[in-house]
């Protein structure tokens, strides 16, 4: 029998304050419970009706304001309407009744339209579009299908031998069927088209979003800006997402904020929830309040963007925040710069705004913090770190190991020598989450919950400061946190920095310290441009190394300057490390000091070492360091060729959490590594992360980086292998996952491979023929097995026009520094069906540190619907798009317009990848690669053997459709023949949707495609004909022109000018030209009045028919061969007569059909009703008959120019399927409003109203008036 449970549960592991110091310090301080603290949460978006957000420990509002700076959730409401009839006409169509008690003085409605799909969460998204195909499409549909296919058995069983017109009825039978089928699979939800009403009452601005999708307002949220009232709203029982809204540009823009994702719900709850009734699960700072500030862009999967983040300082520094949590961040090509990065020192250093961030879950490797948490000086980077009581009561582990930093914790240092991490605090949590989760509460874990957790224990000191009157600058919180964190052993000092953050003792700190002259001093320790010392590479240590380091003071912004000038500091500078030399004091006034460190890493073992010289004040050293310089130096190891350039480590013991890194010199020629990791045990398995990282100068640690988790069985192993950069170290990291129970024992090997090709990035150009590339085998014996592999075809754009101007008050800093934009348009045509990827070389791969604070670029469809979205990563956003024209607009912002005036002609790139690569031929002699014979196979390479190799230009036929010249063909070579040497060749999605580039690119330069003789003989005929006199050609080019310019008649007046005269007079001088007749019948066919000339389309459709020798048309098309020498001009003319003779049955079918759909329409009769009509009518169905039979003697009814009228003769003749399938055609040539309104029109008829109606409320979506607004 089962034990009897205990009745405690470890509530206090669930969401931690015991490890962090933030219980005691609550328990001795109640009241400094973030009371009077305002915190802006930086992320997703914040739910105000999820648990624990409503108010705070002392009746405020938790959420002040919610703010939506990625213009994701705005509205184009610049359309003003006056009601009607107490009635307005949304931008759907749909129409609004005004309820009578809206006060609306000016009687004056912006009215706009929102694709509510645009603002839900991928995840909502997802499972209403799942809800709703299961409970409003599937049942019907089903059913549908199911009558249809009864009524096609019933047929079958009950019809042998079939009639022509049995035929055609079992055809429409089969057409139902087939269109049902091909419906089920097409099925595609919109979303819902929320009407959008913005009006000012005379007080405030107010809007109301149509949730109900019918125009009942009464039922609808009459909202104000949410900072008004704390007003919010729901979209519906269904979808359960909250929103507010905020009103801009005097009604013109409006902003529905809702949550991007349950993330930042999450972290807001980490640091401020507040349950009266449920103490237990409180939040770290529960009195604080927060400015709910949404980041993260719902159309990029919340992807953060230049845009959203300088409007979220904005809102910070304007609503005066005293904290920031930022639980974002990405790698970048360099620290501490950039012009977002600018803006959050200034809201830090200007207006003592203390900036908290993730540290980034890029570990268990070196050098792997994000930005900014861990790359820009102003802001406080925090690690993650999960203890025993975590492990039981979030993670249910069936036993507590000890307190450790989790796995994926990013590391320090930054690249430029700063320590990265400056604390640490738990790394997880069960926590709030937004109610259209459908939960209360969500376990999650990452750096993303550190840092609220650390945001909120600093709220606890800043509120007991303020109660006390004692102030503060970030300088001082931040040395009161990093000298009273808790080091943990164990852990190294690049995870958790300096330690665990311990409130209690901070507070002791700030309160003991808060009277000296030093407390709200900041220092700037700079030796070059670097913020610390950082001797990575073997070269940089081959000898003692001289360091100027530079050390200046910062002085609040409010100091004053009698404080500048009474600064006089003796410093006492200390080191623990023998391996450094420097002074021993400093004096220190307002001025920037310069001291010499030396650095001997000569008797330093392999692997890693780390100091800090630290700056002490002489009058108070128990305060702690008040500034510190960190020195990494890391000795690489030297793999050897007598070694087999391998690396063995054998019985290697790992327990839970253990990590073991190597630091290798990568041998000269290297070019990939691969490991193998093979389990001892026989009785453990385990999860291990295999982590590799080198650095280069100005390029991310993602640049070179290889990441693989693995689950190793009991004896089991696994092989990897990742490109390497030879003359750079090598960090290679075997890590065992931080949960795993047990110990074990691995053997891993890692070993170099060098094959290298010159040049060392292959370009092709197609005119060349043959383009040669050497390989060279580096380091040992190697098979080369060459493979050029195309994936994809880039075209170059040109914008078609740049529009600059400036932005409005969302973005303008203090002090009026204002922003400007540029929106540049570009087009493409999509041959066919494919994938792209829109990028800007220019500008793509960077975000912080990008000069230019914001790149967006949005891609629509010839009726201007939106299909996607992406920004500064362009491989995370490939789109799916049929065949058609598409526009792309890009903006890009700055605070100067002379650095948009520069970008007016940027070019962008579309990549389209190629279904089936292509690949090119290979050879190992140039003899070979000229005749096309002997393709190179495997060849054994010794090392320092070079054998060049030799590649055939693409056969024309195999270019991709639409590629041309200035477009060209990307893709890899690979060299080595085995699966690991081809695997690290290759280009490969890697974690967090970042991208590994191939070893080694090809570019295949396109050239003009080669002349085809169009004309066959004619050039020979025309040698052979006597030349035209001059007077002939004259009067041909007159007849033309007359006859062109006859059609433009329809648009003249017609009191000016008569184009029946003018038609009479030209049939007189040429009766026998055709094209006259043809061109009649266009003109008529095209009139805006159409429908009254009927008759006379049909006369001008018989009168071209009559012109044409059918037999004569038809012996020609059956001939197999024509040896006459004028063959080719007797082809052309009879294509031209077929055309014609097609094209005007085709009209003339299409006006008997119009004819006959008229007379129904106006008879109050439906298509059904055909059987009591009239002569005249019964006539004209007999001529349709007729010249529907005809049409099929010369074409197929699936003919492009023939749909429209096999569409309309279908609709006649009562066949809706055959309809329905004619007019998706008919949708997929030209997909405009009209031809689905046709297709829903048949839906209708056929009685399948469930496709009409999710097709007619998809219309206002697929054809917005505008385009979305960026």
């Known amino acids: 029998m089962a034990a009897y449970p205990d009745d405690s549960f470890p509530y206090q592991g669930l969401l931690p304050k015991k490890e962090t ?33 409503q108010v705070t420990s002392d009746g405020k509002p938790k959420i002040i304001d919610i703010i939506d700076t990625t213009g ?100 429409e039978l089969q057409t139902q069927v087939e269109m049902l089928n091909s419906m089920e699979k097409k099925y595609c939800d919109s979303g819902p088209s929320y009407d959008c009403l913005v009006w000012h009452d005379g007080e405030t601005w107010r809007a109301c979003v149509d949730t109900s999708e019918l125009g009942d307002l009464s039922n609808c949220s009459v909202l104000r800006n949410y900072s008004v009232a704390q007003e919010y709203a729901s979209l519906g029982l269904s979808e359960m997402l909250n929103y507010s809204i905020n009103v801009y540009d005097e009604g013109n823009t409006l902003c529905i904020v809702a949550s991007g994702g349950a993330h930042g719900t999450h972290v807001a709850s980490i640091a401020a929830g507040f349950f009266p009734d449920d103490p237990e699960r409180n939040g770290v700072a529960p009195g604080a309040q927060i400015l709910a500030v949404k980041i993260g862009d719902t159309r990029l999967s919340t992807m953060e963007t230049g845009t959203g983040l300088i409007r979220a300082m904005i809102e910070t520094i304007k609503y005066k925040c005293d904290l920031v949590n930022y639980s974002y961040g990405e790698a970048t090509h360099w620290p501490n710069a950039g012009c977002i990065c600018e803006v959050i020192n200034d809201a830090v250093l200007k207006h003592n705004v203390i900036y908290v961030s993730s540290a980034g879950n890029n570990g268990p490797c070196l050098s792997t913090v994000g930005c900014p948490g861990g790359t820009t000086s102003s802001v406080i980077g925090v ?222 073992h392999e692997g890693v070492h780390f100091t800090e010289v630290c700056g002490y004040d002489t009058t108070a050293p128990d305060a702690g360091p008040l500034f510190r310089l960190p020195i990494t130096v890391t000795v690489p190891l030297r793999v050897h060729e007598t070694s087999g350039y391998e690396l063995v480590c054998s019985d290697v013991h790992f327990k839970p959490g253990q990590i073991t890194r190597h630091f290798l010199d990568v041998p000269c020629g290297a070019t990939w590594a691969e490991v193998t990791v093979s389990s001892l045990s026989s009785d453990v398995s385990s999860k291990f992360v295999l982590h590799a990282v080198q650095l280069e100068k100005q390029k991310a640690y993602r640049t070179n980086e290889f990441y693989k988790f693995i689950s190793l069985l009991e004896k089991g192993s696994c092989s990897e292998a990742f490109p390497v950069l030879h003359g750079k170290t090598l960090e290679f990291c075997i890590a065992r996952w931080w ?105 793509c791969e960077l975000l912080y540190e990008s000069e230019y604070d914001s790149q967006l670029w949005m891609l629509f469809d010839q009726n201007k619907k939106l299909m996607g979205s992406g920004d500064a990563y362009p491989h995370q956003y490939a789109l799916k798009l049929d065949k058609g024209d598409y526009t792309i607009r890009l903006q890009v912002r700055h605070e100067q317009l002379s650095e948009l005036e520069r970008l007016k002609d940027l070019p962008i790139i579309v990549s389209h990848r190629i279904p089936n690569s292509l690949n090119l031929d290979v050879y190992d002699n140039h003899g070979n690669a000229l005749i096309g014979k002997k393709k190179s196979n495997t060849l054994t390479l010794q090392s320092g053997c070079t054998q060049p ?123 026998t030209h055709l094209p006259l007749y043809v061109a009649r019948l266009h003109q008529l066919d095209n009139e805006k009045e159409r429908m009254k000339r009927m008759d006379a389309i049909v006369e001008a459709a018989d009168d071209v028919i009559s012109r044409i020798d059918q037999t004569a048309l038809a012996i020609h098309l059956a001939m197999k061969t024509d040896p006459r020498p004028e063959a080719a001009t007797v082809k052309s003319d009879m294509e031209r007569q077929k055309s014609s003779l097609i094209d005007a049955l085709c009209r003339k079918g299409c006006a008997l059909a119009d004819t006959i759909l008229q007379y129904h329409s106006q008879d109050g009769a439906t298509s059904e009703e055909v059987d009591s009509t009239g002569d005249d009518t019964k006539d004209s169905l007999a001529n349709l008959s007729e ?84």
């Open 1187 to 1270: 010249t529907f039979w005809e049409i099929l003697k010369w074409t197929e009814l699936t003919d492009s120019k023939v749909l429209t009228f096999a569409y309309k003769h279908a609709l006649v003749n009562k066949m809706h399927g055959r309809a329905l399938k004619f007019a998706i055609k008919l949708l997929e040539d030209k997909p405009n409003k009209e031809n689905w309104k046709n297709c829903i029109q048949v839906m209708q008829l056929l009685g399948w109203r469930h496709c009409a109606s999710f097709t007619e409320s998809s219309l206002s979506i697929m054809f917005p008036q505008e385009y979305a607004p960026f």
């Open 383 to 604: 690690g993650a770190y999960v203890s025993p009581d975590m492990m039981v009561s979030e993670y249910s582990l069936r036993e507590k190991l000890p307190a450790n930093q989790y796995t994926w914790s990013s590391r320090g240092p930054c690249a430029d020598g700063a320590l990265g991490v400056s604390i640490s605090a738990p790394g997880g949590a069960i926590a709030s989450v937004p109610n259209w989760t459908l939960r209360g509460t969500q376990l999650m874990n990452g750096t993303s919950m550190s840092s609220p957790n650390a945001c909120g224990g600093i709220a606890l000191l800043l509120s007991g400061l303020k109660a006390n009157g004692i102030g503060y600058s970030v300088h001082f919180i931040r040395r009161a946190l990093e000298n009273t964190a808790m080091k943990i052993e164990d852990i190294e000092v690049f995870a958790q920095g300096h330690g665990i953050i311990q409130v209690d003792k901070a507070y002791e700190y700030l309160v003991q310290n808060s009277f000296m002259p030093t407390c709200n001093l900041g220092f700037n320790v700079f030796v070059g441009n670097q913020r610390g010392i950082y001797l990575r590479d073997l070269h940089n240590q081959a000898s003692p190394s001289d360091h100027g380091v530079a050390i200046e003071p910062v002085f609040p912004e409010y100091a004053v300057n009698s404080e500048r000038i009474s600064l006089q500091l003796h410093i006492a500078l200390t080191c623990n490390a023998s391996w450094i030399n420097c002074p021993s004091h400093l004096e220190l006034m307002n001025q920037c000091r310069h001291i010499n460190i030396r650095v001997n890493p000569s008797g330093l």
């Open 949 to 1071: 190799f030799f590649v055939t230009s693409l056969p024309d036929d195999k270019i991709p459709k639409g590629a041309g010249p200035g477009c060209f063909l990307s893709g890899s070579l690979t060299l080595a023949k085995s699966e690991l040497g081809k695997k690290a060749g290759q280009a490969a999605s890697k974690r967090q949707g970042k991208f590994k580039k191939d070893m080694v690119s090809v570019q295949y330069h396109l050239i003009p495609s080669p002349n085809k003789q169009k004309n066959g003989n004619k050039d020979r005929e025309k040698d052979v004909e006597k030349e035209k006199d001059v007077k002939d050609e004259f009067a041909d080019a007159l007849r033309d022109l007359k006859i062109q310019w006859m059609a433009k008649y329809v648009f003249v007046p017609r009191n000016v000018l008569d184009e029946n005269v003018f038609y009479e007079e030209l049939k007189e001088s040429y009766p």
């Open 21 to 53: 110091g933030a219980a005691s310090f609550l328990s001795r301080y109640p009241e400094y419970d973030g009371r009077g603290i305002l915190i802006a949460i930086l992320d997703t978006g914040v739910d105000p009706g999820a648990q624990g957000l």
């Open 72 to 171: 994701s959730g705005d509205v184009n409401t610049s359309t003003i309407l006056k009601p009607k009839d107490g009635k307005i006409t949304g931008i759907s169509g749909r129409t609004l009744k005004i309820p009578e008690n809206w006060i609306n003085p000016s009687e004056k409605y912006h009215v706009g339209l929102k694709n509510g799909y645009e603002i839900f969460p991928k995840a909502l998204r997802e499972r209403i579009q799942k809800e709703k195909r299961e409970k409003l499409w599937d049942p019907v549909h089903r059913n549908c299908l199911a009558e249809a296919c009864r009524k096609l058995d019933e047929f079958d069983s009950t019809h042998t031998s079939l009639s022509q017109a049995e035929k055609i009825e079992r055809e």
């Open 739 to 843: 949960a795993s129970l047990g110990d074990v024992s691995v053997k891993y090997t890692i070993s170099f491979h060098g094959i290298l090709c010159t040049p060392s990035q292959l370009h092709i150009n197609a005119a060349d023929g043959i383009t040669r590339f050497d390989v060279l085998s580096t380091m040992k014996y190697e098979e080369v097995a060459p493979l050029i592999s195309l994936k994809c075809w880039i075209q170059s754009l040109r914008p078609i026009s740049a529009k600059t101007r400036p932005l409005g008050p969302r973005d303008t800093l203090p002090n009026n520094r204002q922003f400007y934009e540029i929106i540049l348009m570009y087009s493409f045509h999509q041959t066919k069906n494919g994938e792209v990827t829109v990028s800007c070389p220019l500008l």
